[in-house]
């Protein structure tokens, strides 16, 4: 079973930055698109990121492009989101997510494997 633990979450103020981290226990990262999702209060769950295992394909939802930074170093077997220009609205918790499946998606149903998230609080 496959257990995915995500860190770097916290409090920080409009325009500031975070980095988020994710890596699994269990297993490797070997072959899988990896993705973070994001959920606010009373919203539903929303794909933030999403990249390949080789690297090459990436995805950004449009609220976060230009802003946000997903990159996967599989020598560690970690995926990070690197989170710039953070607005009160970016609050959330932000879930880190595995796919194993041969193709590429940033679609949540289909990613297998879950973290149990980290909170993001963009806020003066």
């Known amino acids: 079973q496959v257990q995915l633990v995500e860190s770097g979450g916290g409090l920080v103020q409009p325009g500031g930055s975070l980095r988020l981290s994710c890596a699994p226990s269990g297993r490797t990262f070997s072959g899988s698109t990896m993705g973070w999702f994001r959920q606010a209060p009373g919203k539903e769950r929303e794909s933030v990121a999403a990249?390949?295992?080789?690297?090459?394909?990436?995805y950004y939802a449009d609220f976060v492009k230009g802003r946000f930074t997903i990159s996967r170093d599989n020598a560690k077997n970690t995926v990070y989101l690197q989170m710039n220009s953070l607005k009160p609205e970016d609050t959330a918790v932000y879930y880190c997510?595995?796919?194993?499946?041969?193709?590429?998606?940033?679609?949540?149903?289909?990613?297998?494997?879950w973290g149990q998230g980290t909170q993001v609080t963009v806020s003066s």
């Open positions: 997510a595995a796919d194993f499946s041969t193709k590429f998606s940033w679609v949540g149903y289909e990613y297998d494997y």
């Open positions: 990249i390949s295992w080789s690297g090459g394909n990436t």
